[in-house]
């Protein structure tokens, strides 16, 4: 919305405004350029206009959206998915992506399903089962483990703590 809005202020016209990407109708001048810009800034977003550095948000926007997504898409490899949302080679996307971010895609996107399963495991919606599944694991213990390696906690012992911490909340 705030995207929108200055678009509007400056008197350009937009084809669409979504997840980090803005297609604008009209050429922008230098000005518009800088008054967008500031205006972002001021509302926390950021004007990127390196090629690299708008790839690298593509791909982060990707693997997020995938991850956090309740559709069908999960069933994609993720490679493909986004390299077909990009419409790139996945190689140059990957190398890319741990030049600028120190990290490979696969690192980002194993964070990514951590933090949702997190939340699955906060939410207490599905089993432990169902999260593997639905996350694309090949078992249950193929999640703990990694769910061990990146949060140094197994998936239970994160659960206990979470209700502990929530009962302690409860209780005050």
Known sequence: MAVKDELKKLGLHFIFVDMGVVDIMEDITTDQRE??????????LELMEDKKSVLIEGIKNAVIEMVFSTNELTRKNFSEYISDRLKYNYTYLSDLFTEVQGTTIEKYVISQKIDRVKELIINDEYS???IAWNMQYSSVAHL?????KITGLTPTNFKEIM???RKATQDI
């Open 35 to 44: 008054h967008l810009r500031l205006a972002l800034h001021k509302t926390g």
């Open 163 to 165: 209700n502990k911490r």
């Open 144 to 148: 703990s483990n990694q769910f061990k």
């Open 128 to 130: 432990l089962t169902e």
